[in-house]
């Protein structure tokens, strides 16, 4: 069973935050959500967050595409300014490994030992999807972006 991201964007306005219509980090790309909330985070990157829950002040619209969900798990926002502060060209260890199972079968959903891994930065890991995606971000001039994960 997969995973997959379910995100929304919004700009503050002086009546409030409003929600715009586009969805960053939709991929399904373990890695990117490794990054954005320690979610399914095989190659233990470390987060630029822990979930943080939803907040309270986010639009009526976010909210209501919330609802009930019984497979919606670590929703989380984060501002496009820490997206955007963040030091990519840092080194980064990527541990996550393929490895064959007893079954004949392969699982990317392996973590070698810390020092066995890739040497790599932040924005070679993540890759050019995601700072296509951040860049549109800035370019929509949104503040901040809610998100959440299903099984």
Request: overall charge negative; charged content about 25%; aromatic content about 14%.
């Amino acid at each position: 069973m997969g995973c997959d991201i379910h995100s929304y964007c919004e700009k503050l306005t002086p009546n409030g935050w409003i929600c715009v219509d586009i969805s960053p980090f939709s991929d399904r790309i373990y890695g990117v959500f490794g990054f954005l909330a320690d979610i399914r985070n095989y190659s233990d990157v470390p987060p630029i967050s822990l979930p943080r829950g939803l907040p309270n002040d986010m639009s009526e619209l976010i909210r209501n595409e919330y609802g009930d969900g019984i497979d919606w798990h670590s929703s989380s926002w984060l501002t496009v300014q820490e997206l955007t502060d963040f030091d990519y060209d840092a080194p980064m260890e990527n541990r996550r490994v393929t490895r064959m199972l007893s079954d004949g079968w392969l699982s990317g959903g392996c973590t070698c030992e810390p020092g066995e891994g890739q040497q790599t930065t932040f924005r070679e890991f993540l890759g050019e999807r995601f700072f296509n995606d951040l860049r549109e971000l800035q370019d929509l001039h949104i503040d901040r972006i809610i998100f959440w994960f299903d099984n």
